[in-house]
């Protein structure tokens, strides 16, 4: 087995407008991650995945870039970045940054002189093309509704956008703009920084033909997704990324990567090919998708999620490698999504779904409050929602289409952004600790039951159970290197499987129901050799576990020696 460091460490994400506001004004800052960098220390996380911070005028919170060599006025200054910096270095902490760098904001210097003329020497920085027939260049749709194209009538031209009209899409067919971002993350990799995580880095490449996209029925807009995801030249541009600026660092590259299949992850992660470490995929996340995506919202099956899951544990095995993530800032609580945040089983549940998620091959991914068990929020009107997907979605589907607004706000209760988005809840105290001002968008109002300082003060918490499966990560190379092999691929109750390395085994048993399903063991597995590693209920380490009768969310990990 290859070790490396990035694979035996947890990260753990910051939203940082959501995570603490030191100076009042409702947003969470960087002197606030600083003040609770020693929360962060003992929970035991390695590494620190920061959400944008650069200059922004915020069209989709941060990851519409203005300058990408400052700082957000809203979270502070260089000088707050830096100090922060060294006060995770100094607990053991490593500070991945969020890079964009398929798109820009509107407001970037660069655009501004792009859209001046066409003979600007930044004209080619960005996707220019005259329209069709008085009509957009394609018909493709764009992340947030709409067409991707922008006519603009200074040059009589339409700019390219894959997400927000302000985040034109840099043009990487352009090797003065690639240089200029890789010079840029050179900069940040000297001041210290210990690696990157790539906003939709597989939309870089665009298919040079511009065709249209297939229109499925009743729709307005075609899909172009085949012609910018995964596109022709992505790894030539990764692979020189790699050479120029990646390889000359001890880092940490995750590349988010929607609609990637094991298949191209092993070419982006593979040890020999020279690009990124690995790939956040999303797969796992469509389950209960539907014609409209995840606004369909359809009931999921647990044979599902493990089908999926498994497959990236065995494709990966030999070559690539996982990240394991079920919540971040664009996912509902995971909670909410596939536990159960009822009072009687919030807890247990969200304890089981971090043994399952931690116990797999890959490195795992800690969204801010899943610690937790932070839930979904059900805001009752759509003027409390702030998220820009959440509300061009809503304003399609109620005023286009005429769905029924009380049940677009359930879906978007179940499915939307700003779940994750709700201020992190440190104590009991109004605005659950994160401001003395208002915050920019509402607190759960859960949050007297759901706080940090709360479950520090419990050692059958959540953030325990967390503190727990970190440790057990850095005590046992099994957790980190060793093969799954999935167990009832067929079960719609447990998910069950095995990781082997060398003459040890481990047997992950995790309940995804509030029933009480039986258990067999493998004939295999002896089970007078066993040894319990963490469990969610209180269990006789000696009771012999030959037939199982579960208990509601139960959650076991033994291991075997043999």
């Not at 940082?16 to 960087?30: E, K, L």
């Not at 929360?39 to 944008?52: A, H, M, T």
């Not at 295999?524 to 209920?537: P, V």
Request: a negative charge; aromatic letters at 12%.
């Amino acid at each position: 087995m290859e070790r490396a460091w990035w694979k035996e460490s947890v990260v753990y994400q910051i939203y940082p407008r959501s995570f603490m506001d030191a100076n009042g004004d409702g947003i969470g800052d960087i002197k606030g991650i600083t003040s609770k960098l020693d929360y962060l220390q003992e929970l035991g996380i390695d590494v620190i995945w920061l959400s944008p911070v650069y200059k922004s005028p915020n069209d989709d919170n941060g990851y519409d870039i203005s300058d990408y060599r400052d700082i957000m006025d809203d979270f502070g200054t260089m000088e707050d970045f830096d100090e922060m910096l060294e006060e995770a270095h100094k607990r053991g902490i490593k500070i991945m940054m969020d890079l964009v760098v398929n798109h820009s904001s509107d407001e970037h210097q660069w655009f501004i002189e792009s859209r001046s003329s066409k003979d600007n020497p930044k004209r080619d920085y960005y996707i220019w093309k005259p329209g069709k027939d008085r009509q957009e260049p394609t018909n493709w749709e764009a992340a947030f509704k709409g067409s991707v194209w922008q006519y603009d009538e200074t040059t009589d031209e339409y700019y390219l956008h894959l997400f927000s009209k302000k985040q034109p899409d840099l043009n990487w067919e352009n090797p003065k703009l690639r240089r200029e971002v890789y010079d840029m993350m050179t900069s940040w990799l000297d001041k210290g920084i210990d690696g990157f995580r790539m906003d939709v880095i597989n939309m870089i490449s665009k298919d040079q033909r511009y065709p249209d996209g297939e229109v499925a029925d009743g729709k307005k807009y075609g899909n172009g997704g085949p012609y910018f995801l995964n596109g022709p030249r992505i790894h030539e541009f990764l692979q020189e990324m790699n050479r120029e600026v990646l390889s000359k660092y001890d880092i940490i590259t995750v590349g988010e990567t929607p609609g990637v299949t094991p298949e191209d992850a092993k070419l982006y992660t593979g040890s020999e090919r020279g690009e990124l470490n690995m790939v956040f995929q999303f797969e796992h996340m469509g389950v209960g998708d539907g014609p409209e995506g995840k606004w369909s919202n359809q009931p999921w099956k647990l044979t599902d999620l493990k089908r999926i899951l498994s497959n990236w544990q065995t494709e990966l095995e030999e070559d690539g490698w996982n990240s394991l993530y079920w919540d971040n800032h664009d996912q509902p609580r995971v909670v909410s999504r596939f536990g159960n945040d009822s009072e009687e089983y919030r807890e247990i549940s969200a304890k089981m779904l971090a043994t399952c998620l931690h116990m797999m091959k890959g490195t795992p991914y800690i969204y801010q409050g899943e610690e937790l068990g932070m839930t979904n929020v059900r805001f009752e009107s759509i003027d409390q929602y702030k998220d820009i997907e959440s509300l061009n979605a809503y304003n399609e589907y109620v005023h286009e289409y005429g769905v029924d607004p009380n049940e677009f706000l359930k879906v978007i209760h179940a499915r939307g952004r700003d779940n994750a988005r709700t201020p992190f809840q440190w104590d009991d105290s109004a605005n659950a600790g994160f401001t003395t001002g208002t915050p920019w968008i509402e607190v759960n109002p859960n949050y007297p039951q759901i706080n940090a300082k709360k479950q520090v003060a419990d050692p059958n918490s959540v953030f325990y159970f967390y503190k727990k499966l970190i440790e057990l990560r850095k005590q046992h190379d099994i957790i980190v290197y060793g093969r799954y092999e999935l167990l009832l691929a067929d079960d719609e109750q447990i998910y069950a499987f095995t990781r082997t390395l060398g003459n040890e085994q481990l047997l992950v048993i995790c309940n995804f129901s509030s029933e009480q399903p039986e258990f067999t063991l493998p004939r295999e597995m002896d089970d007078s050799t066993k040894e319990l590693l963490i469990s969610n209920y209180p269990v006789d380490a000696e009771e012999r576990i030959q037939q199982l009768s579960l208990r509601p969310y139960e959650a076991r990990v033994y291991r075997f020696k043999n």
